[in-house]
């Protein structure tokens, strides 16, 4: 199983990103697709969570109304959009995948973790 993210990068205060992970090894769509951020000193933190079908997502209170996160069932990949991006944004940014159609937020839910891609925000 491998989960492959992408899409990070340098940006300023207000600006989008959209970050990107493609699957391999798994029936990607029976699994649930989450996204997860640690930012550098802090324990990892949840984003959010999309179930297997794509119709029912859940968002940390720190992101809501500002991330989407989708997925393309067909082409094994999830995504993250980021708009109005802020400085506390700033932190590696991990996919994990979890064999149910729907989970939380909880770490221990997800089997499956993607190395992490880096987004910083300058202010």
């Known amino acids: 199983v491998q989960l492959q993210a992408s899409g990070g990068g340098l940006v300023q205060t207000g600006d989008s990103l959209r970050l990107s992970c493609v699957a391999s090894?798994?029936?990607?769509?029976?699994?649930?697709m989450g996204w997860f951020r640690q930012a550098p000193g802090k324990e990892r933190e949840w984003v959010a969570t999309?179930?297997?079908?794509?119709?029912?997502?859940s968002y940390a209170d720190s992101v809501k109304g500002r991330f989407t996160i989708s997925r393309d069932n067909p082409e094994y990949t999830v995504f993250l959009q980021m708009n109005s991006l802020k400085p506390d944004d700033t932190a590696i940014y991990y996919c994990?995948?979890?064999?149910?159609?729907?989970?939380?937020?909880?770490?221990?839910?997800?089997?499956?973790w993607g190395r992490g891609t880096l987004v910083t925000v300058s202010s």
């Open positions: 090894g798994i029936i990607f769509s029976t699994y649930s």
């Open positions: 999309i179930n297997s079908g794509g119709g029912l997502t």
């Open positions: 994990a995948g979890a064999d149910d159609a729907w989970v939380g937020r909880r770490p221990y839910e997800f089997n499956f």
